[in-house]
């Protein structure tokens, strides 16, 4: 099982530049979200969605957008890349608000110069 | 606001030890509380949860210790080994979402 996959897993940018970073997962969930790790930071909440068409803002939304067009891929914008946003970002899915296990994807580490 | 305030930021701990990380939450609307283990380079992993219901969670050398009434609760590691070296974050979930605490990186010496 797949379960969570996140692409790419490493890129570096520029400042200014802007990319999108791609989350599948194959478990059918209904909740997907974008987290960032930061030393000493912990991991952030950045946008979520709770079903196909959805999104939310989480607690550091700034400089982020977000889409959620398919069930099962939950996209993470960055129109013009900051070196703030410097960061290893985390995408997880969860059936509903009741399970209890979140899923984690295993990072992309981005690098803003 | 940071709302779940994990200590210590860094633990090490000697093998066969106990090792303790401690959280703290504000928001008494929080319903779950869970912890993760992460190895470096990998996403977090759930490890055990507990219900505000309950005061005690135990799995295998893993306990919860949740404590109410002071709105905390602690994840003990009972006869630590190496492989059990991770960074570990405590969670308190609200509705939909999850909030963290900063993490603990915990490493086991022989």
């Known amino acids: 099982n797949a379960g969570v996959t996140q692409t790419p897993k490493f890129r570096v940018l520029k400042t200014g530049q802007s990319m999108t970073l791609l989350c599948a997962q194959d478990?059918?969930?209904?909740?997907m979200y974008w987290y960032r790790q930061d030393p000493g930071m912990g991991l952030r909440l950045i946008h979520y969605s709770v079903g196909e068409g959805t999104t939310a803002k989480g607690e550091v939304p700034d400089g982020y957008n977000v889409s959620r067009l398919k069930k099962q891929n939950f996209l993470l914008g960055l129109e013009s890349a900051a070196p703030s946003q410097t960061s290893v970002y985390f995408c997880a899915s969860i059936q509903d608000s009741a399970s209890g296990e979140l899923f984690f994807g295993e990072g992309s580490r981005l690098t803003v110069l | 606001q940071q709302q779940v305030k994990q200590s210590p930021q860094s633990l090490i701990v000697q093998k066969g030890g106990i090792s303790i990380i401690n959280c703290a939450y504000e928001n008494t609307a929080f319903d779950y509380f869970p912890w993760y283990q992460q190895f470096p380079g990998k996403g977090p992993a759930l490890l055990i949860a507990i219900r505000p219901d309950v005061s005690e969670k135990k799995e295998g050398r893993f306990t919860i210790s949740f404590n109410k009434s002071a709105k905390q609760f602690s994840l003990h590691i009972m006869d630590s080994q190496p492989g059990d070296s991770a960074t570990y974050f405590c969670?308190?979930?609200?509705?939909?979402?999850?909030?963290f605490g900063t993490g603990t990186r915990l490493t086991i010496i022989p």
């Open positions: 478990m059918n969930h209904e909740y």
């Open positions: 969670a308190a979930r609200l509705n939909e979402k999850l909030t």
